[in-house]
């Protein structure tokens, strides 16, 4: 499966943007999807999950009620809604494709393929 992210953009704190990751080729919803991001100097960590069939989801501590993921199978589309934004929200985000029900939180495991990230930067 190949991925396209987009929806990055410049925020103030505070502010919210959406993230939308279009999938192509192979069966969507045989992949649990996430997202994760990379800050400048620092490693890719996981913000997001949700489960093939957006069931389930689970978030990083950091993100844990002001991300919402969600996905339409129908469209191959998966979503990562941003509210509440802060600086330290910075880096660029990537989504990416497990063909596991459930994607792992270590970005070294499991995924498939990965979009090509998008930038999201928060001001103070």
């Known amino acids: 499966v190949q991925l396209q992210a987009s929806g990055g953009g410049l925020v103030q704190a505070g502010g919210s943007l959406r993230l939308s990751c279009a999938a192509s080729?192979?069966?969507?919803?045989?992949?649990?999807m996430s997202w994760f991001r990379q800050a400048p100097g620092k490693e890719r960590e996981f913000v997001a999950a949700?489960?093939?069939?957006?069931?389930?989801?689970r978030y990083a501590d950091s993100v844990k009620g002001r991300f919402i993921i969600s996905r339409d199978n129908a469209k191959k589309m998966v979503h990562l809604q941003m509210n509440s934004l802060k600086p330290e929200d910075t880096a660029v985000y990537y989504c990416?494709?497990?063909?596991?029900?459930?994607?792992?939180?270590?970005?070294?495991?499991?995924?498939?393929?990965w979009g090509q990230g998008t930038q999201v930067t928060v001001s103070s």
């Open positions: 080729g192979g069966t969507f919803s045989d992949y649990g």
């Open positions: 949700i489960s093939w069939g957006g069931g389930n989801t």
């Open positions: 990416a494709a497990a063909r596991a029900s459930y994607g792992s939180t270590d970005a070294q495991r499991g995924y498939e393929s």
